[in-house]
């Protein structure tokens, strides 16, 4: 338990670890936040232990280049390369976004999930994300040339066209894999935190299943390819006059219910805190069903429950291997843990921005 004021660093020490599982950040959705002002770089270097075996993990976050990574202190040619050494789960005040943010924010979720149990499934989002880039940027500027009779520059727009299918039907699939093996621990989960509450459901719903039919193996790889080929094509005069791509994964969204209705904008404050945190135990159930035991990350969130939901993921983290909380004050963590204090309080004579670590 790191205990201590806010604006210390409590919240630094959960993201260094969030983004060694990861590499991303809860809180930001890029990197140069990360890094101290003033510092062109930073690091971070940890030590995981899995089946007895240890193994380092060091991570460069650059300014303006290119991020670096080590494992077993040598060079790896790619960061996804560390992806799935550690795994864990995070529960963070932010996590209320996953049901009433953007689409962004639940995309993300499946993804990071699906990354750390599937690490090259970092790979197909970054290849996704390249074509995505290319398509949109041809788009742009080829969004008047129909008029004009450009052929070549509409072929060039089937080849992208041919890409984002191939990559974007993988990532599809293991998106909708995810979805269909989460859903039963997301009903189970939510009905622990609210049983008095409404059924709730998920289910990932695409972006190309309002243009043409939903395939009858929705994690059919050729099949999602041949409907993101056919909702390309349906869309493209649209997408040329409006300079964007406006079918494929990064459109997709996963739809939260409870009952019949959508959670967002129908669920009390209450109950969409039930569905985020469920969501994320839900999670933490199949990393353990895969064989391992997630270390637990618990950023600040009990003071963002009420005593039932506390003490459910109370009961949770009591029963993981390894757990690491942060608390402003120690009223806001469950009583009766038997566990280490770290108070957290600022160096002397320090301007606020460094801290220092006091057991």
Not at 152 to 170: M, N
Not at 250 to 263: A, F, I, K, V, Y
Request: proline share 4%.
């Amino acid at each position: 338990m790191f205990v201590g004021p806010n604006g210390y660093g409590k919240t630094n020490l959960i993201e260094a670890l969030w983004y060694s599982t990861t590499l991303s950040s809860h809180r930001v959705g890029t990197d140069m936040p990360l890094i101290r002002a003033g510092a062109d770089r930073a690091v971070v270097s940890t030590i995981v232990v899995n089946d007895g075996r240890e193994c380092a993990v060091d991570l460069e976050i650059a300014a303006g280049r290119a991020n670096k990574a080590r494992l077993n202190r040598s060079p790896v040619r790619s960061t996804r390369e560390v992806v799935g050494v550690l795994r864990a789960v995070l529960f963070a005040p932010e996590d209320l976004a996953l049901v009433r943010g953007d689409p962004s924010d639940r995309r993300r979720y499946l993804d990071d999930l699906a990354t750390v149990r599937r690490p090259a499934i970092a790979a197909v989002r970054t290849d996704y994300d390249k074509v995505l880039r290319q398509r949109t940027a041809l788009l742009k500027s080829v969004s008047g040339t129909r008029y004009r009779g450009d052929r070549g520059a509409l072929d060039t727009l089937d080849v992208w066209d041919s890409r984002l299918a191939e990559h974007g039907a993988e990532l599809m699939a293991a998106r909708i894999e995810l979805v269909d093996q989460l859903a039963p621990e997301v009903e189970k989960a939510y009905q622990l935190l609210a049983p008095e509450s409404r059924a709730a459901s998920i289910g990932y719903r695409a972006s190309m299943q309002t243009i043409v039919p939903v395939a009858e193996r929705p994690t059919d790889r050729h099949a999602l390819e041949v409907g993101l080929l056919a909702a390309l094509a349906a869309r493209r005069d649209a997408e040329l006059e409006r300079g964007v791509c406006l079918v494929g994964p990064h459109r997709d969204d996963l739809e939260l219910r409870l009952g019949d209705q959508p959670t967002k904008g129908f669920a009390s404050h209450g109950e969409s805190w039930s569905m985020a945190v469920a969501l994320r135990l839900a999670a933490y159930e199949l990393l353990r069903a895969d064989g391992s035991e997630p270390v637990l990350l618990l950023d600040d969130v009990f003071a963002e429950l009420d005593t039932r939901r506390r003490l459910a993921l109370a009961a949770v983290a009591e029963a993981a291997e390894q757990v690491l909380v942060t608390a402003a004050v120690l009223e806001d963590i469950p009583a009766g843990w038997d566990a280490r204090h770290v108070h957290i309080d600022l160096c002397e004579g320090d301007s606020g921005r460094v801290s220092e670590v006091c057991a």
